[in-house]
């Protein structure tokens, strides 16, 4: 059975065309994320010995990017964005590969009829990444369920904005390593499972109010004059309404269609479990590197006065490690978060 451990990490710098740029095997700060439906980020720093540290003064931003590997295994890859080089030490901040897609606009135009989001996703991401691709694979791991059109413009808006809006639409994103997974917002796949044993300094349980909707209505382009509705009046909470403008979507059915993926979100108050600045416990049944976004935990708690026990969706991960020194010894802080809404209750 696997456990989650006490990990060690290790980084490697890669230029554009492959090669080893610097190995990074002391380091005194790591810190890796993993977020559903956005780019995540990543920091390093490190403590150059011998020739690395004037490798690491060649490093530049964007050129680069920054490999974690975590107990040897890759974790997290993605364009250094940021560098600070001081005495006996230098940090690389970098984001994942999700970032170059908000540096890019579509390359051509073209519209999709009644087609699985997971498709039109696929399409943005290969068309974004096709005139200068850093490396990157695309997964679909199982078809949105949610059907649309959508027409893109050669030249016009941010590809990583057209993927996020896409993404409120019935479809999740998430990136590990190179590789960007598409999932539909209904995949309940489980990693492992969580108790109070698992969290020995407790958690935190909250609801968002401000994310309950009830009767969505979406509206599409001008042009088309497409608009759309789902929902209405909940028995429990009664009516609460939210109009929202996707400019790619092209008619009405895909209109509604965007409606009701949006309402099976949020027709619920959305409840939250984060375990903040807890470390989960080594002996904890989960597998580190197996915490991904949109995948699920199934979790227990009795701790606060809001108990819980289900199964939750995977929204965000951080990872850090400290590198410690002669006195003290390295730690590694495993912190996840995970929220129910409508999807998950269904």
């Given at each position: 059975m696997a456990v989650a451990g006490c990990g060690t990490h290790t980084a490697r710098v890669v230029d554009r065309n492959g090669a080893t740029v610097a190995t990074a095997d002391v380091l005194t700060e790591t810190e890796w994320t993993r977020t559903l439906d956005a780019v995540s980020t990543a920091r390093v720093t490190i403590q150059p010995d011998g020739d690395c540290c004037n490798r690491l003064g060649r490093v530049s931003t964007w050129r680069h990017r920054l490999m974690i590997f975590r107990d040897e295994q890759y974790v997290w890859?993605?364009?250094?964005?940021?560098?600070?080089?001081?005495?006996?030490?230098v940090e690389l901040r970098a984001q994942d590969v999700l970032a170059w897609l908000d540096n890019r606009v579509p390359h051509a135009s073209r519209t999709f009829t009644n087609v699985d989001l997971a498709e039109i996703a696929a399409w943005l991401i290969e068309d974004g990444y096709a005139p200068d691709d850093p490396g990157h694979t695309v997964r679909v791991v199982d078809p949105a369920g949610v059907t649309g059109s959508r027409t893109y413009t050669i030249g016009v808006g941010q590809t990583g904005d057209h993927l996020r809006q896409l993404a409120e639409a019935g479809i999740d994103f998430t990136a590990i390593g190179s590789t960007i997974l598409l999932l539909p917002e209904t995949h309940m796949a489980n990693v492992g499972r969580l108790s109070d044993v698992d969290l020995p300094e407790g958690?935190?349980?909250?609801?968002?109010?401000?994310?309950?909707?009830?009767?969505?209505?979406v509206a599409g382009s001008e042009d088309s004059g497409a608009i759309g509705s789902f929902g209405g009046v909940d028995p429990y909470y009664g009516l609460h309404e939210r109009y929202v403008e996707m400019s790619e979507i092209t008619d009405n059915t895909s209109a509604a269609e965007a409606a009701k993926a949006r309402q099976r979100v949020s027709r619920v108050v959305p409840v939250f479990v984060d375990t903040q600045q807890v470390t989960i416990s080594p002996d904890a049944a989960i597998d580190v590197p197996s915490l991904v976004p949109g995948w699920t935990l199934d979790v227990t708690s009795?701790?606060?006065?809001?108990?819980?026990?289900?199964?939750?969706?995977?929204?965000?991960?951080?990872?850090?490690?400290?590198?410690?020194?002669?006195?003290t010894p390295g730690t590694e802080s495993v912190q996840v978060q995970v929220a129910a809404s409508g999807a998950e209750a269904a």
């Amino acid at each position: 059975m696997a456990v989650a451990g006490c990990g060690t990490h290790t980084a490697r710098v890669v230029d554009r065309n492959g090669a080893t740029v610097a190995t990074a095997d002391v380091l005194t700060e790591t810190e890796w994320t993993r977020t559903l439906d956005a780019v995540s980020t990543a920091r390093v720093t490190i403590q150059p010995d011998g020739d690395c540290c004037n490798r690491l003064g060649r490093v530049s931003t964007w050129r680069h990017r920054l490999m974690i590997f975590r107990d040897e295994q890759y974790v997290w890859d993605g364009p250094v964005t940021g560098i600070s080089w001081s005495l006996g030490q230098v940090e690389l901040r970098a984001q994942d590969v999700l970032a170059w897609l908000d540096n890019r606009v579509p390359h051509a135009s073209r519209t999709f009829t009644n087609v699985d989001l997971a498709e039109i996703a696929a399409w943005l991401i290969e068309d974004g990444y096709a005139p200068d691709d850093p490396g990157h694979t695309v997964r679909v791991v199982d078809p949105a369920g949610v059907t649309g059109s959508r027409t893109y413009t050669i030249g016009v808006g941010q590809t990583g904005d057209h993927l996020r809006q896409l993404a409120e639409a019935g479809i999740d994103f998430t990136a590990i390593g190179s590789t960007i997974l598409l999932l539909p917002e209904t995949h309940m796949a489980n990693v492992g499972r969580l108790s109070d044993v698992d969290l020995p300094e407790g958690l935190e349980v909250a609801e968002d109010g401000a994310s309950l909707v009830t009767r969505w209505v979406v509206a599409g382009s001008e042009d088309s004059g497409a608009i759309g509705s789902f929902g209405g009046v909940d028995p429990y909470y009664g009516l609460h309404e939210r109009y929202v403008e996707m400019s790619e979507i092209t008619d009405n059915t895909s209109a509604a269609e965007a409606a009701k993926a949006r309402q099976r979100v949020s027709r619920v108050v959305p409840v939250f479990v984060d375990t903040q600045q807890v470390t989960i416990s080594p002996d904890a049944a989960i597998d580190v590197p197996s915490l991904v976004p949109g995948w699920t935990l199934d979790v227990t708690s009795a701790s606060t006065c809001r108990q819980v026990s289900q199964r939750l969706k995977i929204t965000g991960v951080r990872v850090q490690e400290t590198g410690g020194d002669e006195d003290t010894p390295g730690t590694e802080s495993v912190q996840v978060q995970v929220a129910a809404s409508g999807a998950e209750a269904a």
